[in-house]
C-alpha cells in the first residue's frame, strides 16, 4: 500500500511532463522562435537631384535593409530612418564597417571605438552628449545594431521553470500524503 502511492504519484509527473510537452506550443513555450526577418531597399531624399550613397542597415532595427540615403547621413540618422530598434536592440553596441575606415579614424570620441577597420559605437551616448555630425556616413558602408543579450537564456529559464513545478507537485504530493496518513 505504501509504494503504491509514490509510484501513482511519479507515473502522474511522467503523464503531465509527456502532456505539457506535447502541447507547447499551445502553452506559448515556442513563442520566442520568430521567423527571419525579410530585408527591403529604402530610398530617402529630400530633393529629386540629391546625390545618394548605398548602405546596408541590418540586426535589431524595425526595417532593416539596404539603404540610398543622401551623402553624408550620419548614423542617427539612418537607425532613425529605419524605425529605430527594435525592443530588443542594443544601441550601446552599434557595429559599422567602414569602406573606407580613414573618414572615421580620426574621431576622438569616447563613444566610438576601432577594431581592425570596423567601429563600435555607444549610440545611447551620441544622443546623450552629442557628437553625431563627425559619424558621417559613405558609399557601402555596414551598419548592424545587435540585439541585447538577456541575464537568462530562453533555454535556462524553461530548465528552472519546468524543476519549479516538478519540485511543487513532487512537495503538494508530500504534504497531501502526510496529512491524509494522520486522520
Given at each position: 500500500?505504501?509504494?503504491?502511492?509514490?509510484?501513482?504519484?511519479i507515473m502522474?509527473?511522467?503523464?503531465?511532463?509527456?502532456?505539457?510537452?506535447?502541447?507547447?506550443?499551445?502553452?506559448?513555450?515556442?513563442?520566442?522562435?520568430?521567423?527571419?526577418?525579410?530585408?527591403?531597399?529604402?530610398?530617402?531624399?529630400?530633393?529629386?537631384?540629391?546625390?545618394?550613397?548605398?548602405?546596408?542597415?541590418?540586426?535589431?532595427?524595425?526595417?532593416?535593409?539596404?539603404?540610398?540615403?543622401?551623402?553624408?547621413?550620419?548614423?542617427?540618422?539612418?537607425?532613425?530612418?529605419?524605425?529605430?530598434?527594435?525592443?530588443?536592440?542594443?544601441?550601446?553596441?552599434?557595429?559599422?564597417?567602414?569602406?573606407?575606415?580613414?573618414?572615421?579614424?580620426?574621431?576622438?570620441?569616447?563613444?566610438?571605438?576601432?577594431?581592425?577597420?570596423?567601429?563600435?559605437?555607444?549610440?545611447?551616448?551620441?544622443?546623450?552628449?552629442?557628437?553625431?555630425?563627425?559619424?558621417?556616413?559613405?558609399?557601402?558602408?555596414?551598419?548592424?545594431?545587435?540585439?541585447?543579450?538577456?541575464?537568462?537564456?530562453?533555454?535556462?529559464?524553461?530548465?528552472?521553470?519546468?524543476?519549479?513545478?516538478?519540485?511543487?507537485i513532487a512537495?503538494?504530493?508530500?504534504?497531501?500524503?502526510?496529512?491524509?496518513?494522520?486522520?
Amino acid at each position: 500500500m505504501r509504494l503504491q502511492r509514490p509510484l501513482r504519484f511519479i507515473m502522474a509527473i511522467v503523464l503531465l511532463i509527456t502532456c505539457s510537452g506535447a502541447h507547447a506550443d499551445d502553452m506559448g513555450l515556442l513563442s520566442d522562435i520568430k521567423p527571419p526577418q525579410q530585408t527591403s531597399e529604402y530610398i530617402f531624399r529630400s530633393s529629386p537631384k540629391e546625390s545618394l550613397v548605398t548602405v546596408q542597415l541590418l540586426g535589431a532595427v524595425n526595417k532593416p535593409g539596404i539603404y540610398y540615403v543622401p551623402a553624408g547621413t550620419d548614423l542617427l540618422k539612418l537607425i532613425t530612418l529605419a524605425g529605430g530598434t527594435t525592443n530588443g536592440g542594443d544601441l550601446s553596441e552599434v557595429i559599422v564597417r567602414k569602406m573606407e575606415p580613414k573618414t572615421w579614424a580620426e574621431i576622438k570620441s569616447k563613444a566610438v571605438n576601432e577594431y581592425q577597420g570596423a567601429f563600435e559605437v555607444d549610440a545611447e551616448k551620441l544622443i546623450k552628449y552629442g557628437g553625431t555630425r563627425s559619424l558621417r556616413l559613405h558609399q557601402d558602408d555596414f551598419v548592424y545594431v545587435p540585439p541585447r543579450t538577456p541575464w537568462i537564456s530562453n533555454e535556462t529559464a524553461r530548465g528552472i521553470t519546468l524543476v519549479s513545478v516538478i519540485l511543487g507537485i513532487a512537495l503538494t504530493a508530500v504534504l497531501i500524503d502526510k496529512n491524509t496518513g494522520n486522520n
